[in-house]
């Protein structure tokens, strides 16, 4: 495809989460189909030789500013046809390329109490408006498509859907290599997991409260929840004092990333009760390393996880210490699981979403400018 591209990142240089895991695989897809994206890094850049830096947009409210004066300029000095925010947040309404953006959820839209002042003022102030300025939105899920219609007002035909993929490092270790990773960590068998933020939104008070219920029945399992402490992460913490748990819940932050294939390798069962997600990504890497799964019948997790996972209604704590006791005492439905996990994790491919991808600009390059 012999199309300029300007593709948006920021934070990368950073701790990478969700959103920047999907930038860093779709960015090395694209290259690895051809195209040769011009990487516009916020703030200074991360070393690769196709990167410009936006020197004035290292922190958010820089991005959203001036960045636009340095994003316009190097589109016009670069020659781009097209300009990619996979943040989904920019304006890009200075830019005379095509401009697409990918928006990963609305969750400050659906929980509102669960979300930033910063987060509910860029969705509902910043978005509408940053809208009106692109050719083409790329969302992860059909849930999430919805969603932006609904609470944004866009025409559902300015969206497409195209879902993520997990890397080729979460896929089945060896017994040997996962207990050598997970011994580093400190980290025994059995246990059951979680990998996530620590936030509201990610139900993990009700998380807790089903992994007490199941402490009568067995103390076998550990639980063990990896992942960062966002905003609002208090109630997990006071939860787990409250029921008495500290002694049983290991909770070793953000680890390395080519340590969390192990992890998910070394558990007996992926418990994540998520409230809302634009996708659910962890889903889909536990079942690559043929980890059973538990998720929730809420939002896009059912699209994700298809009829390979045990779904329960989140809300629900006795549904959810009930399954997960299923899956803990049923060897046949735990062995189930995992194939059928492994099956369904085979169907997304990087490959394919950056397939999809370039559709979206050359959809986009041979419409009007700013036409619908």
């Known amino acids: 495809m012999n199309v300029r591209v300007g593709f948006i990142t920021y934070a990368l240089n950073r701790t990478v989460g969700g959103i920047g895991r999907y930038t860093r695989e779709l960015l090395s897809a694209l290259r690895q189909r051809g195209l040769s994206p011009i990487t516009l890094q916020a703030g200074r850049t991360t070393g690769h030789e196709q990167a ?56 400050p839209y659906i929980y509102p109490a669960a979300s930033t002042r910063l987060d509910r003022l860029i969705y509902r102030a910043w978005l509408p408006f940053a809208l009106r300025h692109v050719d083409a939105i790329i ?19 300015l969206v497409s859907v195209i879902g993520e993929a997990t890397n080729p490092n979460y896929r089945p270790l060896a017994l040997a290599d996962t207990r050598a990773m997970l011994q580093h960590y400190g980290i025994d068998f059995p246990y059951m997991l979680y990998v996530g933020s620590i936030e509201a939104r990610k139900n993990l008070v009700r998380l807790l ?30 939860t787990l004092q409250r029921l008495e748990l500290l002694q049983d819940v290991y909770l070793p ?23 809302y997600e634009g996708f659910g990504l962890p889903v889909l890497e536990a079942m690559a390393c043929g980890t059973p799964v538990i998720t929730s019948n809420t939002s896009s ?39 059928k996990g492994l099956r369904r994790a085979q169907q997304f491919s990087w490959e394919r979403t950056a397939q999809e991808t370039i559709a979206v600009y050359e959809r986009v390059l041979g419409r009007t400018h700013g036409g619908r």
């Open 253 to 275: 932050g953000m680890v390395a990333e080519e340590a969390l294939p192990a992890f998910y390798n070394g558990a007996d069962l992926f418990v994540f009760p998520s409230l």
């Open 52 to 107: 410009i830096a936006l020197p004035a947009a290292g922190l958010l409210p820089g991005l959203l500013t001036v960045g636009q004066l340095e994003i316009a300029w190097i589109a016009h000095q670069q020659r781009l046809d097209v300009v990619h925010d996979p943040t989904g947040v920019n304006p890009l309404g200075l830019a005379r390329a095509r401009r697409v953006v990918t928006i990963h959820d609305v969750i």
């Open 301 to 339: 997790l059912p699209e994700v996880a298809g009829d390979a996972a045990l779904l329960v209604d989140p809300q629900d704590v006795e549904a959810i210490a009930q399954a997960m006791r299923r899956v803990l005492e049923d060897s046949h439905l735990a062995a189930n699981l995992r194939a």
């Open 139 to 157: 969302t992860v899920s059909e849930c999430s498509k919805a969603d932006i219609v609904r609470l944004l007002g866009v025409p559902p035909e």
């Open 209 to 238: 409260e089903a992994y007490a219920r199941l402490r009568p029945w067995s103390q076998q399992w550990k639980l063990v929840i990896v992942g960062a402490r966002r905003w609002q992460a208090g109630p997990v913490l006071d």
